[in-house]
């Protein structure tokens, strides 16, 4: 169950990576279209939606960032807090129910940005603490046992030189 817990704070970091990539590469085609002179409006927005041409190739991008970070990583974060109960690292809960929580808000401020553009801001802020937070968890050791560890290698250590 440790490693379960540690392997999905790196997959958890590892998405918010893909959800900036996705979000950038996609923006980016957005503003290449417009600068050729298309137009982002709501009939275009209902015909790729429908089904129709793409208006540019990056359109693929949104769907990504969507599914993502409205579905996978949010799923992800609760598994993390149920593998956290068995985990048995001091602090495992906590830290998963940090990492979980601010998914969380992510995904109430990505669905509230329409309403509100301003928590764009916010959206892209606690991302970053979504990706601090998973790389906590994915990086987390408990220390007794890394104390453990240590002693005993360096007693390894210290028979292995009386041997030579």
Same mark, same amino acid.
Do not use: C
């Given at each position: 169950?440790? *490693? $379960? ?15 900036? +990539?996705?979000? +950038? ?6 503003? *290449? ?7 982002? #409006? *709501? ?5 790729? %939606?429908?089904? /129709?041409?793409? !208006? ?6 949104? !769907?990504? &960032?969507?599914?993502?970070? /409205? ?12 593998? =956290? ?5 001091? &602090?495992? @809960? @906590? @830290? ?9 808000? %992510?995904?109430?401020?990505?669905? =509230?940005?329409?309403?509100?553009? +301003?928590?764009?801001?916010? &959206? ?15 990086? &987390?050791? #408990? !220390? $007794?046992?890394?104390?453990?560890? =240590? ?5 390894? #250590?210290?028979?292995? =030189?009386? $041997?030579?």
């Amino acid at each position: 169950m440790r *490693k $379960a817990y540690n392997v999905l704070g790196w997959i958890i970091a590892g998405l918010v990576m893909l959800q900036a +990539a996705s979000i +950038a590469w996609g923006v980016g085609g957005e503003n *290449k279209f417009i600068e050729e002179g298309g137009v982002v #409006d *709501k009939a275009l927005i209902e015909a790729a %939606q429908a089904g /129709g041409e793409p !208006p540019f190739p990056e359109v693929f991008a949104f !769907p990504i &960032h969507g599914i993502n970070g /409205g579905m996978i990583i949010p799923v992800l974060g609760l598994v993390l807090v149920g593998v =956290s109960f068995g985990a048995r690292f001091t &602090h495992a @809960r @906590r @830290r998963a129910g940090v990492v979980f929580t601010f998914i969380f808000v %992510q995904v109430m401020l990505g669905y =509230s940005i329409g309403d509100l553009p +301003a928590l764009g801001f916010l &959206h892209g802020l606690n991302a970053l603490l979504v990706f601090a937070s998973a790389l906590a968890v994915a990086r &987390h050791r #408990d !220390p $007794a046992t890394t104390q453990a560890r =240590s002693t005993s290698d360096a007693g390894t #250590d210290s028979m292995t =030189s009386v $041997a030579n």
